[in-house]
């Protein structure tokens, strides 16, 4: 029986990495160093629990449950159908591959001026590489995990490598606001906005066809394989995202005032190399902002060529390129503000399934899936609509009872107390139907 191992498995993490790494990871760890400062650590700490833990117990949940569909059908058929469609949705064209091409352009920018004519420009050259390179999914380990993750990681290494032999500021400054008290739990909020949680539910199925390509038939092979590249996925993004905090936190502390974590790496290279430095950012960005839409692609593209089996993959890569392109052109900050609620609405659901699913024997109780995560879902759209100011009167300070809600984990209780009722139920049920 063959096995994965070696630097077969290696070249499968790697890739896996690529398609986690992108616009988001690249952004939000020198930001939260930035302002978290002296807090930047205990910051850390909650960022890797949901940025870099939860994604690698996603691929897992995923990589035993058989896909996110048979995951998500616990629940219900419909809900798995709707819930995996706005997963999709979420990482596809309406927020997380357009943010690759906004995020890349505006790291581009200092260099080659901005503007919405340029960066319409360089969105279409962007997306059209994109997709010329999603045509074949299943050579993604060869031409992400063997030639642009290793290239990647050298020029993050040359950056932070120049951060410890130049630090450009002598100490980490004094955290903001936010981050003076409870650091580890807006870092764990802010693990969010990375979308790797979400996109672990998908990732899982583009590695099991790049570990078949390679010749691993044997489906507990396949699923074995898909696990430990999660695992080698996960380190590689801890030590990046180490780095990266260290390196922010320098930044915050010698230039002050950015807006952004693409304000606060500009700002550290510039520092470090002046406009040298800016290239080497700009490169970075590219190839990682490259490597996530390359992924996100054909993830995507494949689902939906799933469902609709008489149109082409390339068409709906095609399709989702050219979506995807109109999409980036709003900008970095808009599709940031966008993507706060619906993230807000999405992610714990997803939480949940994947807790849920390490405990196998709760599959077996009818109701615990549909009411754990139904409460869930209730409070989180819920809260998801007060932020985008769509709040019904009343619903607002309801939610703020709960438990944890002010640290931003008000949809804890709802989903413990449909675990509780949920297992109640069944057993009341299974009582009841049971031959006397």
Known sequence: MQKLHGRKLLFVGFTLFSMFFGAGNLIFPPFLGAQAGTNAWPAFLGFAMSAIGLPVL??????????????????????????????????????????????????????????????????????????????KPEK???????????????????LFAACLIRPVAAHYGA???????????????????????IAALNFGAVIALNIRAGGIADEKQVVRGTI???????????????????????????????????????????????????VLLAAIFLIACLN?????????????????????????????????????????????????PVLNAIYPAAIVLIALSFVPQLAGYRWVYPLAVGFTCVQSVLDALRQAGLALPGVG????????????????????????????LSRRTEKLERPR
């Open 58 to 135: 996603g691929v897992i949940a995923v990589a035993r449950s058989g896909g996110l569909p048979a995951l998500a059908s616990r629940v219900h058929p419909r809900f798995a159908a709707v819930f995996t469609l706005l997963i999709y949705l979420s990482i596809g064209p309406c927020l997380a591959i357009p943010r690759t091409a906004s995020t890349s352009f505006e790291m581009l920018a200092p260099l080659v001026g901005g503007g919405a004519v340029r960066q319409l420009i360089y969105s279409a050259v962007f997306f059209a590489v994109a997709f010329l390179i999603a045509l």
């Open 140 to 158: 993604l380990t060869d031409r992400l995990g063997k030639l642009l993750c290793p290239t990647l990681i050298v020029l993050i290494l040359v």
């Open 175 to 197: 955290p903001d606001a936010a981050y003076a008290d409870l650091p580890a739990v807006v870092g764990f909020l802010g693990g969010y906005q990375t979308m790797d949680t």
């Open 228 to 278: 430990r590249a999660g695992w080698i996925a996960g380190a590689m993004l801890l030590a990046i995202y180490a780095m990266l905090t260290h390196a922010g936190a320098l930044s915050g502390a010698a230039f002050p005032g950015g807006a952004t974590g693409a304000d606060t790496l500009t700002r550290l290279a510039h520092g470090l190399f002046g406009t040298p430095g800016q």
């Open 292 to 340: 996530t839409c390359i992924g996100l692609i054909s993830c995507v593209s494949e689902y939906f060529h799933g469902l609709f089996p008489r149109v082409p993959y390339a068409a709906f890569a095609g399709f989702f390129a050219l979506a995807s392109m109109v999409v980036s052109n709003i900008g970095l900050a808009g599709i940031i503000t966008l993507s706060t």
């Open 397 to 424: 300070a309801l939610l703020d009872r709960l438990p944890l809600a002010a640290l931003g984990f008000g949809w804890a209780a709802p989903a413990l107390a449909g675990l509780a009722v949920g297992l109640f």
